[in-house]
C-alpha cells in the first residue's frame, strides 16, 4: 500500500514527525488517537452529512465536451470549485474540526498564505461555534484583504506575523509558537499533506473523498471506475493527494500532478520542488524542498499563492521517488492562458492553482479513447485581479 504510511508516518523515504520538544505533547496526542476517531462510526456519520448538507457534496463529475474536443480525447472535470468557499480545503477543515472538538479542543488556530485555508477554518468554527484564530504574514494581509475581510466577518481574529519576509513561513512559525504555548486546549489546523506525522495522512484521509466520489461517478458515466489519467495541482499536495488516493495501487491510472514552475524552473523564480528540490526536513517531516547546497530553504515564488510553498508533502515525494506518479511544471504565464481557455470553452473560471493543471493537457499527446480527469481544485474569483490585469493588456 502505498497510499498510507507507516506507523512513524514514513511514506518510503519520506515523512516522519521532526519536531521541537515543546511539541511532542500535542502531536503525540494526536497522532495516538487521531485512527481511532475517524474510523469511529459516530465521527464518519457527522462528517459525511457536513460534507453532504454543509460543504456541497458529492461535487459534480462534469464531462467537459468543448474541451474534450480541442483536447482529441474525453474529459472530465471533478468540481472542487462548487465547494462551500470555493475549493477543496473545506473538506479537510471539517475533518480537523471534529477531530478537535472530540479531542477536547475549544480553540482552533491555522495559518493562511493567499487566505483560502484561513477562510475554511473561520467558517467551520463560526459553525461549530468555536474561537478561531488565524496567523497570516502582514505583507500578504495587504495583498489580500477581501480573505481578510471575510475571515474577520466569520468573527475569526487574523494575527499579522510581523517577522522576517511577513510571509506564510513567518505565520506557520507563529501558529506553531501559539500551540507550543497553549498545548491543552488548542488544535492546530493544518491546511494541506504537510507537517509531522500524523498530519499528512490524516489530510488525506479526509480529502480522500474526492477518489472516492470519482470512482462512483465515473461508472455511472463511463461504466468503468478506472480512468486513463488523473491530472491534479501540487502545492503541498492535498488536492492530488485526495485525487489520487482510491488510484494510487491502479496500475493503470497514470496519476499526473502538476507543480509551479513560476517564471520557468531555472529562473530563479520557481515553486518547482520536485524538479528541483532536495532532500530535507521542512515544517516537520523529511520530503524535497528547494534549498541551498547548505541547506537554506529558498524563497518559492509563484504567481499562484496556493502553489507559492518550497517543499512538498512526504507522499508526493514518495510517489516521485518510486516513479508511481509523474509531476510536471507549469509557468505562470501557460497557466494565466489556461485560465483564459477554460472559461471561454466551458463558461468555468478556475482558480490559478487549477488552472496549472488545465494547461497541461494541450501539452501532452492523448489517445482519442482517453478518459481523463482534472481535479478542479477551486474557482477564480480570488483570482480576477491577476486574469483582468493580462487581459486588458492583450485586448481580446
Ligand atoms: C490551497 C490551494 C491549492 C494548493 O494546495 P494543495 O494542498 O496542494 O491542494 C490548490 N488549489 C486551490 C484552489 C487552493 O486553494
Redesign the pocket.
Known sequence: MNFQPDENGYYGNFGGAYIPEMLYHNVTELKNNYLNIIESEDFKKEFESLLHDYAGRPTPLFYAKNLSKEVGAKVYLKR??LCHT????VNNVIGQILLAKRLGKQRIIAET??G??GVATATICALMGLECTVFMGSKDIQRQQPNVLRMKMLGAKVVPATSGSQTLKDATNEAIRYWINNPNDTHYVI????GPHPYPDM?ARF?SVISFEIKKQLKQKENRETPDYII???????????AFYHYIDEPNVKLIGVEAAGKGISSGKTAATIAIGTEGVIHGCKSLLMQTKDGQVLEAHSI????D?PG??PLHAHLHQKGLAKYIPITDDEAIEAAHRLSKLEGII?????AHAIAILSMMKFKESDIIIVNL???GD?DMEVYSEKFNNKEN
Open positions: 472542487e470549485d470555493g475549493a477543496h480545503k498564505g493567499a483560502q485555508h491546511g494541506s499533506t504537510i489530510v480529502q491534479a495541482c501540487v502545492g503541498g499536495g492535498s488536492n492530488a493527494a485526495g499562484s499563492a496556493g502553489l510553498y512538498i508533502g478556475p482558480a490559478l492553482e487549477s481544485s477551486g474557482r480570488k
